[in-house]
Nanobody, 127 residues
Framework: QVQLVESGGGLVQAGGSLRLSCAASVRIFRSCAMGWFRQAPGKEREVVAAISRSGGNGYYSASVKGRFTISRDNAKNTVYLQMNSLKPEDTALYYC????????????????????WGQGTQVTVSS
C-alpha cells in the first residue's frame, strides 16, 4: 500500500508562486510514474502534470505549460510541483497520484490509470 501526503497549498495572489510537495510512504515510489491533478468545484478532475518514474519524461497540460514544473527526488520519495505566475483559474484542490509503471518512461495522463491518491491540498489564487 502506498500512502501519499501532499503539502504546500495555500492562498496566494495572482502572479505569485507556490510549491507543492507529495511524500510517498514506501520505496515503491521509485517504480511509479507520478502525477498532479486538480479539481475545481463543479468541474471534472484534470491532469496538471506528470513525470515518469525515472524523471526523464514529463507532461504538462496546455493551461499550465511554461508556468508549472514537475520534478521528483527518488532518494526522498517525493514529487514536487513548482507553480509560478499563478492565475485565479488555477484555484482548485490539487491531488498527487502514483501509477505503478511497467515501463520506465511512461507518463499517464488519464486519472483512471493511477493506482494511489493523496488527500489533496487546496490552492486558492486571488485576483
Amino acid at each position: 500500500q502506498v500512502q501519499l501526503v501532499e503539502s504546500g497549498g495555500g492562498l496566494v495572489q495572482a502572479g505569485g508562486s507556490l510549491r507543492l510537495s507529495c511524500a510517498a510512504s514506501v520505496r515503491i515510489f521509485r517504480s511509479c510514474a507520478m502525477g498532479w491533478f486538480r479539481q475545481a468545484p463543479g468541474k471534472e478532475r484534470e491532469v496538471v502534470a506528470a513525470i515518469s518514474r525515472s524523471g526523464g519524461n514529463g507532461y504538462y497540460s496546455a493551461s499550465v505549460k511554461g508556468r508549472f514544473t514537475i520534478s521528483r527526488d527518488n532518494a526522498k520519495n517525493t514529487v514536487y510541483l513548482q507553480m509560478n505566475s499563478l492565475k485565479p483559474e488555477d484555484t482548485a484542490l490539487y491531488y498527487c497520484a502514483a501509477h505503478a509503471a511497467i515501463s520506465g518512461e511512461v507518463v499517464p495522463t488519464n486519472f483512471r490509470l493511477y493506482d494511489y491518491w493523496g488527500q489533496g491540498t487546496q490552492v486558492t489564487v486571488s485576483s
